[in-house]
């Protein structure tokens, strides 16, 4: 063997071995993708908490499911929860005068938008006639977690005579469960 015949083989030799040691890194790469690791990190990132709203507990979530029951409280957790009382400034109208005088502390309410307002969420009384229109603040806060409700039970719970006006104490709930559960 010359010594040019040397050099032409460590050459190739030290070629074959680079281009070995390169394939071994992208079958070492592509093997990680698809590999096991890889796979449950993605899976374990589609999974998070949803706090219950109802029981407070923390459930774990897999996104991928379209809906989901608290493990404590079976609670749709893909449903708002609405559990709340508020009061209402309700002026003296001629319009409503009867509505009003003739509404008592646990009658039934509905809270809803009419047909020709989305927008304005109306307490309305059992006869389905208009009591008021609940103010734009809280209307935000409300119609949202109604729409995405399937059942919205509303209740007066107290009524005071102000004079020149009545003020509603008005509480509601999407909780069938909680639906006789205020305190008068
Ligand atoms: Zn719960």
Redesign the pocket.
Known sequence: MTMHDFIIVSVTIMVVAIIFFLFIRVKKKKQSTNGYTEVSATEEMKKTYKL??????K?YIDKKRLSYI??????N?SQPYILSTFSLEVEKSPDTKDFIENLQANDSLFIWSTNENKENLVVFNEQYEIITVIPEKLTKELLPKIELSANVFAKLKKKMDHGDHYRLEIFITNDAQKKYSFVR
């Open positions: 219950c709203e109802r029981c407070k507990k459930n608290c493990s404590s409280c079976g609670w957790l």
